[in-house]
């Protein structure tokens, strides 16, 4: 009994060690599972707290938003730079331009100088003051209200903040819809900019659906994108018609002195002084022009600078339509003693010739070229205008039989100086006297000029000033050298003035005499960028482009050289509200 009570004691013994040693076992397995749990976390709680929290909380919960991160990143990032940077000196160029490649913002105060390259520098020298911000805002408000506006409608629990929205933009698009400038904002507008920043911030607070908003912005986006490709080619279109059409003021002055010439007496001035028309000893200046008031202030000008006007003859040739109210306008208006013939194209004698294109094309023209210049690792394009004869220039000899020399200028130029030295220049042997734009040269306008023998490197010649020996033309009989290449053309391949340009260049090969260019400076026509001092010093300037002095598109601080020699005392000027 005993011996069987000792064997059954000890099995217990057994039982009972056998199962705290499998519970020691699970202990210390979970153990291992917990800490191999809690080691990372603690790692990451401590990398956490090390690189984001410089002041951290007393109870070591530090809480994670989105700006933290991107804070962290920077941060870590910056300190990586500063860490790994190579050690330069601050007066490199390369450190200051690292140095602000690592910063989110830019110092007022720095030294832009030891910053060359920089947003620093490049921001201190670009920088413009903006104008109309009031506007811009009230603008850039409004493309996010209507972009909240329809998710905040959805929500029945925001009907309150749907009324404020949609009573904002009513407010704002009316005040758009009157105000294009600061200037034209209604009293009070501030308090309006108030009302909808705060509307705007309400409806940011409210969660909404983010991908609609997103859509509703495209969708605007898109519209305004639209909107304004619309208005560049209407803007295109109207810029176009401006510069190519008659304002309505210069119209109504032509119509009324048309109409006044038939009113008046017969205009019997010009018999009178038949004779000076064709006297080759007198200063002959010829002017292709429908524009009674260029015309006008073109012979003004150069009357008004000369030393002597008594032998001055001024011919102006023009079409039916204008031949009266020219007619009437110099019988109205003297010159001192200088003379004015008018003449209408289509009644001079020019049988031989198709005056159809000669009244179509019997005005200077101007062609617009764009050339790429290259200046180092950049390429710029640079706009040019060339003016060059017309069809009607090339009848000069036929036209004025009796001279032998004439000065033709165009009539969107003004004389500033006396013109009369030209008369006593040798142009020795060339029938052109021009000034030059080597700006362009003949190899450039290769597309133009086809592959004909010529020299690629001699520059293009400019009309506006020219002084034209007529015996050297009828001598080498140039007209029907013109005529010759403009045949070789088909008109129905080019336009009429590329035919114009090619002929024009490619007569005068060889015969063009380069004139100083103190004489004419051109370009006021349309480059901003010309230099006061050198329009002041220069005899002639040439207005050549679009933007034509007597157009309310003229570029304004030109305007003032021009607008000088024009007589503002007549009637009529007054009385069709004749303002360039």
């Known amino acids: ?43 990451l709680l401590g990398l956490h707290n090390g690189f984001h929290s410089p002041n951290p909380n007393p109870n070591g919960y530090v809480p994670v938003h989105k700006t933290s991160i991107v804070n962290y990143r920077s941060t870590h990032i910056n300190d990586l730079v500063k860490k790994l940077a190579p050690n330069i000196s601050k007066n490199s160029k390369i450190a200051g331009t690292v140095a602000d490649s690592g910063r989110g913002g830019v110092d007022e105060n720095e030294n832009c100088e030891l910053k060359f390259g920089s947003y620093c520098l490049w921001r201190r020298e670009h920088r413009e003051e903006m104008k109309d911000t009031m506007v811009k805002k009230l603008k850039d408000q409004l493309f996010v209200a209507r972009a909240y506006y329809p998710s905040i409608a959805k929500l029945p629990s925001q009907d309150k903040l749907t009324r404020a929205l949609r009573q904002n ?19 009070g507008i501030e308090k309006k900019i108030q009302r909808m920043e705060a509307a705007i911030t309400k409806a940011k607070s409210v969660p909404v659906d983010c991908s609609n908003v997103d859509k509703k912005f495209r969708q605007i986006l898109d519209m305004t ?18 510069v190519q059409t008659m304002p309505k003021s210069l119209h109504c002055l032509s119509m009324r002195l048309t109409v006044e010439y038939f009113k008046s007496p017969s205009v019997v001035m010009e018999l009178s002084q038949a004779d000076r028309f064709s006297d080759p000893s007198l200063h002959h200046y010829v002017i292709f022009s429908t524009n ?29 339509q204008n031949y009266f109210a020219m007619k009437l306008w110099f019988f109205r208006n003297t010159f001192k003693e200088a003379t004015v ?42 706009m040019q205008y060339i003016s060059v004869f017309s069809h009607l220039h090339y009848l000069l000899p036929e036209i004025f039989q009796s001279l032998t020399k004439v000065v033709v200028l165009d009539d969107d130029v003004v004389v500033q100086k006396d013109l009369s030295a030209l008369w006593d220049i040798n142009m020795g042997g060339k029938v052109n006297g021009a000034v030059q734009s080597c700006s362009v040269s003949l190899g450039q306008l290769k597309s133009y000029l086809g592959e004909n023998s010529y020299d690629k490197n001699s520059c293009a010649w400019m009309s506006g000033l020219n002084i034209v020996d007529l015996a050297r033309w009828r001598e080498l009989d140039l007209t029907k050298t013109y005529q010759r290449l403009v045949r070789e ?7 009429k003035e590329a035919v114009a340009l090619r002929g024009s260049l490619l007569t005068f090969q060889d015969l063009v005499y380069a004139l100083d260019g103190v004489w004419a400076l051109s370009g006021l026509g349309h480059d901003y960028g010309l230099n006061i001092e050198a329009i002041k010093k220069a005899a002639v300037l040439h207005y050549n482009g679009n ?16 607008k000088k020699f024009l007589n503002q005392e007549d009637q009529l000027l007054s009385e069709c509200n004749v303002h360039p």
Request: glycine share 8%; with cysteine; charged share 20%.
């Open 169 to 187: 933009i009513q407010e704002v698009e009316r005040v758009l819809s009157e105000s294009a400038t600061d200037v034209d904002l209604p009293p």
């Open 489 to 495: 053309v088909s008109m129905g391949e080019e336009s």
């Open 1 to 43: 009994m005993k011996g069987g009570g000792g064997g059954g004691g000890g099995g217990a013994v057994l039982v009972t060690t056998g199962k705290r040693r499998w519970r020691s076992l699970v202990i210390g397995v979970l153990f291992l599972v917990i800490l191999s749990m809690l080691v990372p976390l603690a790692f």
């Open 547 to 562: 933007m034509k002095p007597w157009l309310e598109l003229g570029i304004p601080r030109y305007k003032k050289f021009w």
């Open 225 to 242: 994108n639209d909107e304004a490709n619309f208005h560049m080619k209407q803007s295109a279109f109207l810029y176009q018609l401006a």
């Open 341 to 382: 013939q008018v003449l209408n194209i289509e009644q001079l004698n020019l049988e031989s010739h198709d005056k159809a294109i000669l009244i179509h094309m019997f005005l200077p023209v101007e062609y617009r070229v764009s050339l790429l210049s290259v200046d180092g690792p950049s390429i710029h394009s640079k």
């Open 292 to 320: 009674v008031l260029a015309s006008s202030v073109l012979i003004n000008s150069t009357v008004l600078c000369a030393r002597e006007n008594k032998n001055q003859v001024f011919h102006v040739l023009t079409d039916g």
